[in-house]
């Protein structure tokens, strides 16, 4: 065989493998963002929450006025980026711990718990909160995936010649995750 073509075959064929790791390597960081872009969604669905929680919320406690405006303002914080960065998931976080606190006002407030739109927008957190579990759980799946293939052989190499950036996974805040320990549970 004529050794010009043994390497046109060889190079053809690193040639194909480039172009089908890169193809993965591409599918792998569309499938991140579109995860990021069903978490933003869910997001915006919470956002929009927040106001008319607010509203129901002030007609029955005037006490919790600080608490009120802190919800507010991390709204407003959590808005105002498109991107999905660790500054913005700790937000979100501490915007979870929030609303957590404003819903478990109604065991101070009767008449709150007992409140038609109160128990709605209860409801509807809290699938959201469903929602944002399953999201999260698709977004950090394709978030390791697409890790795998910057750091794993061959595609670390192809990787490597383009210009990824890194996406943080979205953790659960440690608070939720001290919450969860059986033996306080236990231990009065």
């Known amino acids: 065989m004529d050794p010009l073509f043994i390497v046109g075959i060889l190079v053809g064929v690193f040639g194909l493998g480039f ?3 890169y193809n993965i390597i591409i599918s792998a960081k569309n499938s991140v963002e579109e995860s990021a872009s069903a978490i933003e969604t869910v997001f915006q669905n919470r956002h929009d929450l927040i106001p008319n929680l607010v509203e129901v919320v002030k007609k029955y406690s005037e006490h919790e006025k600080s608490l009120l405006e802190n919800i507010t303002k991390l709204r407003s ?3 105002s980026g498109q991107e999905i960065t660790p500054e913005k998931l700790s937000n979100e976080n501490q915007i979870s711990g929030t609303l957590k606190s404003i819903f478990a006002l109604g065991e101070n407030y009767p008449d709150l718990k007992a409140n038609e739109n ?3 927008l209860q409801n509807e957190w809290s699938n959201i909160e469903d929602n944002m579990q399953a999201a999260r759980r698709a977004y950090n799946a394709a978030v390791k995936l697409l890790n795998n293939k910057k750091q794993m052989f061959p595609s670390n190499i192809v990787a490597g010649m383009m210009t ?5 996974l979205f953790e659960a805040d440690k608070e939720a995750k001290n919450s ?3 033996k306080n549970l236990f231990a009065k």
């Not at 990824?164 to 943080?168: A, F, M, Q, S, V």
């Open 19 to 21: 172009i089908v790791v």
């Open 180 to 182: 969860l320990d059986a």
């Open 164 to 168: 990824l950036k890194d996406y943080p």
């Open 118 to 120: 109160f128990i709605n």
């Open 77 to 79: 914080s959590a808005m």
